[in-house]
């Protein structure tokens, strides 16, 4: 009781401290000194400090149980264990928010601190700017969606949270995602701030730079642990599934991702400005989209907390002044100036970075187009559909071949004017991938010309990574690292596409059940009681093609608080395949509908995208290093 | 006649134009070919012609209409006014259960029977369709 009091007390001061920091920088901005006033720390320090301890105090009343706080009260339980109960903070709508507000004033507050080299104008405008969002994100807290509603009669016992949100990969995911997410807000109102100030130049790209990597670090990283957890939560075979809900983090990314490359032209060559801009506020108008889609109820998942109209309209209209703003001022301050105008040699790294851009901008369209026109013909004629991953598939598996190869090739090119070195390697690298591809693929799939062209790009650039790393380590490692990350991650999507088998059936217990690979046979079941569910185990021996006999004891669970039932994959990881076993029980029959699946290098995908993220990271240490 | 600067950019444009030609042409063709229409029990008695492409219908799962075998599962879709028989062979999400909403993906073999490929995952027990909602209506 107490600490929802404190709570939302640290959140009206907090709000009140953003309108101090306006009313200071205002001030600050127009006179003479060229550093800024010291008071600035710290009030942003103390607004951080205030929105911690009003997050801190949600995160107690949670790990008390304190029923009195109505957030707590929707979605916990006395019998949930503690870790569960403190990624409960964050697995509701209003929790979820706080975090949010949380990382807005914790970036801020360390760009003012990591930004001291940089002009003061600038610094204080994008402050200002920050602060417009996080006064926003305040009042939407504050006014639709207050963690600290008070509960009167104070109920026994909570609602619980939802089953399948009980899990270690779903309670690190919101955080590490929202670091990616609200990380772009800083990249947004830096890029507004250096527009006004006419400051879009060399030194601005490599001070931006670091921010961009690390949100696309974090952003690449919160979107693999969503699809590790649907892949053996949800129990329906895959990693990705053009869901909504994916496709709404995916766009950001891809958006960030071109920002990455063509802020390196910016560092490096002054150019594409405008650009880059651009870039900047479509990545952020994407992630707060995102966050519309999702909160408001438009889009259907695990995600939609509560369909509350108010809350989608308030971040509706949010959304709309953030982008008339933006928009406005691109419009009023961006004077492209010509002198920096350089024309691009045909050949050259400037212009492999505009094609990676166009192929970004291209994959964006399809996925913005895909998820947003089905709401779109709801709204205009009240017609239900949807589109499926056929959609996806068709139009970007087609387009990854020629992008693999720009991949390849690009980061071989010099800037400003290049020709291409050591053409017979690259042949005869070329050649190699397309045979071996070949070799391997030939009894495996149907589609073998699609395939062929497809595997051996990634196989083109793997190779070609993998020369760089080992007999070129003086180049650029980073960006090779990334390269190297992304290449495994295409191939082995594509392996896993082509060589995955799956086999569904309904079983009985004690019965066995032949295939042409082999033979599954449900032993036995066993019930065990845990304290917030209690569980059926399922003990099943599975005979491979080779007849090689494992166990896989997949489990059901069935909870008391909320009543679900959720089916727990059993999983046999290896570094050459996964073997997946999930099991569901129809109700009220003595059928359990069991789903087998062997899905060779799925460690690798994760793995791949480790890679990638390193590559980011590296790239980031080495900037460090060289101050 | 024009400067070569005039003349790339000239290129270039026509270049940008033209491939955003073709992906708006490439995303509206394949968009055409892949979505999936959603439709009610109801609305399907009322069809004129049999939809040959692929189909959602949603509605409720009739209560003791559930019949399993080793490959099949067999069942009512019904929004209270109209109904239909439902051949399923596949994963059945947990949540699936009589008298619950449920969507379902698949292709129509007559007016009376629907052969599903996929029953349509949901996460939340007391969460409904908002499809499935006005599909039944008040109910």
């Known amino acids: ?156 016992e909570g609602l619980g949270l939802n089953p399948i949100l009980q899990d270690p990969a779903l309670a690190i995911h919101p955080p590490i995602l929202y670091l990616g997410y609200v990380g772009s807000s800083i990249i947004f109102s830096a890029s507004l701030a250096a527009v006004t100030q006419n400051y879009i130049s060399k030194e601005w790209g490599k001070h931006i730079k670091k921010w961009v990597i690390v949100s696309w670090i974090f952003l690449s990283i919160g979107i693999m642990l969503g699809s590790i957890w649907a892949y053996y939560e949800l129990g329906w075979g895959g990693f990705w599934f053009w869901d909504p809900v994916e496709n709404v983090s995916l766009m950001p990314w891809l958006t960030l991702t071109a920002l990455l490359h063509c802020v390196s032209v910016l560092e490096k060559r002054a150019a594409l400005t405008s650009w880059v801009v651009i870039l900047s506020i479509t990545t952020f108008t994407l992630s707060m989209c995102g966050t519309f889609l999702v909160r408001s109820g438009l889009l259907n998942s695990v995600h939609t907390f509560a369909n509350d109209p108010a809350r989608g309209i308030f ?182 596409g082509i060589l995955s088998s799956e086999i569904i059936t309904n079983i009985k217990v004690g019965e066995k059940y032949k295939h042409s690979k082999g033979e599954i046979f449900f032993e036995k079941i066993e019930e065990k009681k845990q304290s917030n569910f209690n569980s059926i185990i399922g003990y099943f021996k599975i005979t491979d093609k080779n007849g090689k006999i494992f166990q896989l004891r997949p489990e059901l669970r069935v909870y008391n608080q909320p009543m679900i039932i959720t089916s727990e994959a059993d999983i046999k990881t290896t570094l050459l395949d996964d073997k997946f076993l999930v099991m569901n029980l129809v109700k009220g029959n003595e059928y359990f509908n069991i789903r087998y699946q062997v899905k060779p290098f799925m460690l690798w995908i994760w793995i791949s995208v480790l890679i990638f993220s390193l590559g980011g990271l590296m790239s980031l240490l080495k900037k460090e290093h060289e101050k | 006649m024009y400067g070569k600067k005039v003349k790339l950019r000239f290129l270039f444009l026509t270049f940008v134009l033209l491939s955003v030609i073709l992906s708006a042409f490439l995303i509206l063709q394949s968009l055409k070919e892949n979505v999936v229409y959603f439709q009610s029990p109801s609305e399907i008695k009322s069809l004129v012609e049999l939809e040959k492409k692929k189909l959602r219908i949603g509605g409720m799962v ?16 019904t929004d209270f006014k109209n109904e239909i028989n439902v051949i399923y062979s596949g994963a059945v999400p947990n949540l699936f259960a009589e008298g619950k909403g449920v969507v379902v993906e698949g292709f129509l073999k007559d007016k009376n029977y629907f052969l599903a490929t996929k029953i349509l995952a949901k996460h939340d027990e007391n969460y409904m369709p908002p499809e499935v909602k006005e599909a039944i209506g008040d109910k």
């Open chain 1, 315 to 496: 971040i509706l209209i949010f959304l709309f002044v953030l982008i008339f703003l933006s928009l406005g001022i691109f419009f009023l301050f961006n004077n492209e100036n010509n002198k920096n105008v350089k024309n691009f040699f045909w050949l050259s790294r400037e212009t492999s970075i505009l094609i990676n851009n166009w192929f970004m901008m291209y994959f964006l369209s399809v996925v913005l187009i895909g998820t947003v026109y089905p709401i779109f013909l709801d709204v205009i004629s009240a017609e239900k559909i949807s589109v499926g991953p056929p959609f996806y598939q068709k139009l970007i598996v087609p387009f990854l071949a020629p992008f693999l190869l720009f991949m390849a090739l690009g980061p071989k090119l010099k800037w400003i004017k290049s020709k291409l070195d050591n053409k017979i390697s690259l042949i005869i690298l070329f050649i190699i991938s397309v045979i071996l591809t070949f070799i391997l693929l030939r009894n495996l799939t149907s589609d073998l010309l699609l395939y062929t062209i497809l595997i051996s790009s990634a196989f083109f650039l793997l190779f070609i990574t993998l020369k760089e790393l080992f007999i070129k380590k003086f180049n650029n490692i980073s960006q090779t690292t990334a390269h190297l990350g992304f290449s495994l991650l295409i191939l082995s999507i594509l392996f896993n």
């Open chain 2, 62 to 77: 009739k209560e003791q209409s559930i019949l399993i075998n080793t490959t099949e599962v067999n069942f009512i879709i």
């Open chain 1, 1 to 156: 009781m107490l600490a929802s009091q404190i709570g939302y007390y640290s959140l009206i001061l907090g709000l009140l401290f953003s309108l101090v920091l306006c009313a200071v920088s205002i001030k600050d901005f127009n006179n003479i000194y060229t550093k800024i006033n010291q008071n600035i720390f710290i009030l942003s320090l103390l607004q951080m400090v205030f929105v911690i301890v009003s997050f801190l105090s949600l995160v107690l009343s949670f790990i008390k149980s304190d029923f009195s706080n109505e957030t707590v009260f929707n979605n916990s339980h006395t019998t949930k264990p503690l870790f569960y109960k403190i990624s409960g903070t964050w697995g509701n709508h209003e929790g979820s928010l706080l975090l949010w507000l949380l990382v807005l004033t914790l970036f801020i507050f360390l760009f003012l601190i990591k930004s001291k080299d940089q002009p003061k104008k600038y610094r204080i405008l994008t402050l200002l700017f920050q602060q417009l969002i996080i006064i926003g994100f305040f009042l939407f807290v504050l006014i639709t969606s207050n963690p600290f509603n008070y509960l009167f009669p104070i109920p026994k």
